[in-house]
């Protein structure tokens, strides 16, 4: 069992920064895939950033070159360095793993364990 608890959402104005952590406990592997998800209001979630075991990242087109996904294998905590932040970027953003396997599908890997979210609002 893996348990995901994330921190450092806010509001913030547009042009600000932000950095989202995960905290990770529980069982741990060798080899994972994890990565940060967002919700905004009256949206499906989407795939933000992903990032495997052997250091692999994928993001979605719209926060490429903003956002830098990272995880600090001895605090055992992933996080999500958001800068350049506009509204569109509003919403609740949750932490995902998924043991045992790499980011095979990328932005679409299923994951197994999920966070509780911490919200994200940026006003223009």
């Known amino acids: 069992q893996v348990q995901l608890v994330e921190s450092g959402g806010g509001s913030v104005q547009a042009g600000g920064s932000l950095r989202l952590s995960c905290a990770a406990s529980?069982?741990?592997?060798?080899?994972?895939?994890m990565g940060w998800f967002r919700q905004a209001p009256g949206k499906e979630r989407e795939g933000v950033a992903v990032?495997?075991?052997?250091?692999?990242?994928t993001y979605t087109d719209s926060v490429k070159g903003r956002f830098t996904i990272s995880y600090d294998n001895a605090k055992t905590t992933l996080y999500l360095q958001m800068n350049s932040l506009k509204p569109e970027d509003t919403a609740m953003y949750y932490c995902?793993?998924?043991?045992?396997?790499?980011?095979?599908?990328?932005?679409?890997?299923?994951?197994?364990?999920w966070g509780k979210g911490t919200l994200v609002t940026i006003s223009s």
């Open positions: 529980g069982y741990f592997y060798s080899r994972y895939c």
């Open positions: 995902a793993s998924r043991p045992r396997t790499y980011c095979l599908d990328g932005l679409q890997s299923g994951m197994d364990y």
């Open positions: 990032i495997d075991s052997v250091g692999r990242t």
